[in-house]
């Protein structure tokens, strides 16, 4: 994986408060024509002063889609990296440089490479969650949202490797009746949820709907009333009469589930007795004060090599039109 920053991450402290911060960032934002896009998985003060919220279809959709000078990303890297290959013309800054993702990390280009020369003639559809190098390797990227829509209009007769998460393209596999190879990677927060703890989790609560994103392992998900992309899971329990949940994802989402839905109960899934909350610790690198700084100093910038950009840019640029 290749990663090129102008600069990591500014370790001095401001010395802000909180609502300080909020405010100089929003001045910031003016001055810059900055857009702040964040993942439902940061910290709410990240989400509280982002301009657009989402999973990572609707932030690709929203860095594709905007008049920005500049994209902030507080996210994970291969999110930032999406933008920037979006956008190459505009100054793409992410809080946190090292704010990576260790799915995207398990699948290294030459190993994924090697992987499509095993099988000829395979179309690759890749989650979003992978490296530019990945993506260059890749037919068509997908996201959680809608990896199904797009593996729909695949014809049942071509072979599709589907990669990095296995839990992801086995759910899909299974309600698509189709075979796919995958690639053993998995997303160690949703992966880590385990069919004793939330069936023990599930009888405490008996009046609770319990909801998983695909991520989840499938003996997790056969237990789920809804099973859902971020998003989906999202707009599920709003639209549900049910008053309370046990939300298998990332806890992050809770925030934004509460905000809609005051008046119903949220339950973050267990991720087993000692650990009740299994939580993307890379996501909560973003913080207010690292936020600040990025804008400020304007660094770390994303930078990519033009001819990667290009080649990953054609996967990406398919999903969004079969996904329109």
């Given at each position: 994986m290749?990663?090129?920053?102008?600069?990591t991450?500014?370790?001095?402290?401001?010395?802000?408060?909180?609502?300080?911060?909020?405010?100089?960032?929003?001045?910031?934002?003016?001055?810059?024509?900055a857009?702040i896009?964040?993942h439902?998985?940061?910290?709410?003060?990240?989400?509280?002063v982002?301009?657009i919220?989402g999973d990572?279809?609707?932030?690709?959709?929203?860095?594709e889609?905007?008049n920005?000078?500049?994209?902030?990303?507080?996210?994970?890297?291969?999110?930032?990296?999406?933008?920037?290959?979006l956008?190459?013309?505009?100054?793409v800054?992410?809080?946190d440089?090292y704010?990576g993702?260790?799915?995207a990390?398990?699948?290294?280009?030459?190993?994924?490479m090697?992987?499509k020369?095993q099988?000829?003639g395979?179309?690759?559809i890749?989650?979003i969650n992978?490296?530019?190098?990945?993506?260059?390797?890749s037919?068509?990227?997908c996201?959680?949202s809608?990896a199904?829509?797009?593996?729909?209009?695949?014809?049942?007769g071509?072979?599709?490797?589907?990669?990095p998460?296995r839990?992801?393209?086995g759910?899909?596999a299974?309600?698509l009746?189709?075979?796919?190879?995958?690639?053993q990677?998995?997303?160690?927060?949703h992966?880590?949820?385990?069919?004793?703890?939330i069936?023990?989790t599930?009888?405490?609560?008996?009046?609770?709907?319990?909801?998983a994103?695909?991520?989840?392992?499938e003996?997790?998900?056969?237990?789920?009333?809804f099973?859902?992309?971020?998003?989906?899971?999202?707009?599920?329990?709003?639209?549900s009469?049910?008053?309370?949940?046990?939300?298998?994802?990332?806890p992050?989402?809770?925030?934004?589930?509460?905000?809609?839905?005051?008046k119903k109960?949220?339950?973050?899934?267990?991720?087993d007795p000692e650990?009740?909350?299994?939580?993307?610790?890379?996501?909560?690198?973003?913080?207010l004060?690292?936020l600040?700084?990025?804008?400020?100093?304007?660094?770390?910038?994303?930078?990519i090599?033009?001819?990667?950009?290009?080649?990953s840019?054609?996967?990406?640029?398919?999903?969004l039109?079969?996904?329109?």
């Open positions: 290749t990663r090129d920053f102008s600069s991450t500014c370790a001095v402290k401001s010395g802000y408060s909180p609502e300080e911060l909020y405010q100089r960032i929003c001045d910031l934002k003016k001055e810059m024509n857009l896009l964040a439902y998985y940061t910290l709410p003060e990240i989400q509280q982002a301009d919220v990572s279809l609707a932030l690709a959709r929203a860095a889609k905007n920005a000078d500049v994209i902030v990303f507080a996210g994970v890297y291969f999110m930032a990296e999406t933008a920037k290959i956008n190459p013309s505009r100054l800054l992410m809080p440089a704010a993702c260790p799915l990390d398990s699948c290294p280009a030459d190993d994924f090697k992987f020369e099988h000829p395979a179309l690759a890749t989650y992978s490296t530019a190098e990945i993506k260059a390797l037919d068509i990227t996201t959680s809608n199904e829509q797009i593996i729909r209009q695949i014809p049942d071509q072979q599709i490797i589907f990669g998460d839990n992801l393209g759910y899909i299974r309600k009746g189709r075979e796919m190879i995958l690639w990677g998995y997303c160690y927060v992966d880590a949820f385990s069919e004793p703890s069936l023990k599930c009888a405490e609560h008996p009046d609770a709907e319990l909801i994103h695909p991520e989840c392992r003996e997790v998900l056969r237990h789920a009333v099973t859902g992309s971020t998003q989906a899971m999202l707009n599920y329990t709003v639209s009469s049910a008053q309370k949940f046990i939300v298998a994802t990332e992050g989402i809770l925030y934004e589930m509460q905000k809609r839905s005051p109960i949220f339950i973050p899934a267990p991720r650990n009740p909350r299994s939580v993307c610790t890379q996501m909560k690198q973003n913080t004060e690292k600040y700084q990025c804008m400020l100093t304007r660094q770390p910038e994303i930078v090599d033009e001819t990667l950009r290009l080649a840019l054609i996967p990406i640029r398919r999903m039109e079969m996904s329109s």
